[in-house]
């Protein structure tokens, strides 16, 4: 730096101290703002993140109350979105498998469920037949006779599909064998059935409950011993493919057996389903069923028959609907 | 924390600290204040630019990722070379034509009234007002405000040599209108320096 250099620097305009202060309480001042800003983003975040929990109460409020919803209630379709949403996200095959398993347990449950809350009526004309297809096509027929005037067709399918589901998996899930998810929720639905009869004092309602109940005790009798055979093979030995073939109901609709009739039912037909209800309706009062094998049914029957059973002494709570 | 290095210090006026932010506008404002009065003539509007600049400092610093002082130092002028440059549009003023500054030397007496009042230091601020826009702002920014070379390239967005070339032809032209002012080396003790 040269001497004018210097000159240069010692004249430079420089800033009185009280210039100094001024300036600085100017400056102060405008910062104010820029916290301001902040407090507002602030308050946003905050407003922002109440709505938002409000919203995600509500939606919590939502699930919750689906997990309980039955066939033909409102929350029903949104109760099975979130099904298939939790099977759709699952990450890997076997677990997807395990929530279908859990997810066609859970229909076997809506099942009991809605034959406690309204009564039931089954279908025996399978007797002779397969019982483990029997036992859950009666519940499901007695289910679609329940709400027949409020269940939807989609409901009916959905429920006749999951139980075919049920059985598939039963017969090819090793896993599930393994840890007795399918057992367990047998388990708990017998457990259910006999506290339910231990409930009611309506001695028809007694007598059905009972018969469902053996039923499934009887399934289970026949299904440990295959049970433990598969267990021990996890590529699926011939009994468990057997126990498939003869249970998937939804893919064998022209098998001739007396147990496809009701696999058949379980195939997609709610209206064939419903009208095989009807016909279970209209037996004799020895249990007898008076049109065994009937391929069609006059709708209106059906109608009669339950005006029959409303009438009888064995009218069924619920059933008058 | 007057005598933090400047990056703790920015990160102390990132983090909200009024008192950081005090020191750091210690340190620069004289150097801002000298810049902006070379352009504006007047204290006022140069003050009020110096506050907008520390004002938007203040919100810029939080983005601002300090890398060395000068590169802090050129992003601060920069900020200042903004608000003249809005306050030349807005007052719709050209930038120092020669009458104009003529007619504003005249305010020039309050700002010598803080520095030594020598005659020389009259005649150099006078000589300094006739130089041209692009002489006045790079004194300015080497001279008043202290800037390095490397600070004046990123501000004016040239190289460095480039800005040292543009300093020493600032120089040149100061000495001349000084000499043509009459302030040799033989009348004046001061002007022998030059």
Not at chain 1, 264 to 291: F, H, I, W, Y
Not at chain 2, 134 to 160: G, M, P, Y
């Amino acid at each position: 730096m040269n001497d004018l250099e210097r000159q240069l620097h010692s004249i430079a305009p420089k800033l009185a101290s009280e210039e100094r202060e001024s300036l600085w309480a100017g400056v102060s001042f405008g910062l104010s703002p820029r916290r301001s800003r902040k407090l507002r983003r602030r308050q946003i975040a905050a407003v922002s993140g109440a709505v938002a929990l409000v919203l995600f109460s509500s939606g919590v409020v939502t699930v919750y109350a689906s997990g309980q919803a039955l066939p033909g209630d409102v929350l029903f379709p949104t109760k099975l979105a979130i099904e298939h949403l939790r099977v759709a996200i699952a990450p890997s095959a076997a677990q997807k498998t395990q929530l279908r398993v859990e997810f066609a347990a859970e229909r076997l449950q809506e099942v009991k469920t809605l034959a406690y809350t309204h009564g039931v009526e089954w279908n025996d004309q399978d007797d002779d037949g397969d019982e483990a297809t029997s036992t859950l096509d009666t519940m499901v027929s007695a289910t679609s006779t329940i709400v027949l005037p409020t269940v939807t067709e989609h409901d009916l399918d959905h429920l006749a599909t999951s139980t075919g589901i049920f059985y598939r998996h039963r017969a090819t899930t090793t896993s599930a064998f393994k840890d007795r998810t399918i057992e367990k929720h047998i388990d708990e639905a017998l457990r259910d059935l006999r506290d339910s009869k231990d409930a009611t004092t309506d001695v028809p309602s007694r007598q059905k409950i009972e018969k469902i109940e053996r039923t499934i005790s009887r399934f289970q009798g026949e299904q440990r011993p295959m049970l433990e055979e598969t267990s021990g093979d996890t590529n699926g030995t011939s009994t468990s493919k057997a126990i498939e073939n003869d249970t998937r109901g939804n893919d064998h609709s022209n098998n001739e057996r007396s147990s496809s009739d009701a696999q058949r039912k379980l195939g997609g037909n709610s209206q064939e389903l419903r009208a095989n209800v009807g016909s279970s309706m209209g037996r004799d009062p020895s249990g007898t069923p008076s049109d065994v094998g009937a391929g069609h049914v006059d709708p209106n029957r059906n109608k009669e028959g339950m005006r029959q059973e409303n009438g009888g002494e064995n009218s069924i709570p619920g059933s008058d609907r | 924390m007057e005598d933090l290095p400047l990056q703790a210090l920015l990160e102390r006026v990132r983090s909200g600290s009024h008192d950081a932010f005090r020191v750091l506008f210690d340190r620069l404002n004289d150097r801002l204040f000298a810049h902006a009065y070379a352009h504006t003539k007047e204290r006022e509007s140069a003050k009020d630019l110096v506050q907008e600049t520390f004002i938007d400092l203040w919100r810029g610093v939080e983005s601002f990722s300090y890398r060395s002082d000068q590169e802090f130092h050129g992003f601060v002028f920069l900020i200042l070379k903004r608000k003249l440059t809005k306050y030349y549009s807005e007052r719709k003023r050209a930038p120092g034509s020669l009458d104009q500054r003529m007619e504003e030397v005249g305010d020039r007496d309050e700002t010598l009234a803080i520095v030594p009042e020598y005659e020389y230091h009259r005649g150099l601020m006078k000589g300094f007002d006739q130089l041209s826009e692009t002489s006045r702002e790079i004194l300015s920014l080497r001279n008043w405000s202290d800037l390095s070379f490397k600070e004046i390239a990123h501000v004016l967005d040239i190289s460095e040599s480039a800005a040292k070339v543009r300093h020493h032809r600032a120089i040149g032209e100061l000495r001349d209108t000084l000499i043509a002012q009459g302030y040799d080396r033989t009348d004046n003790p001061t002007a022998k320096r030059i």
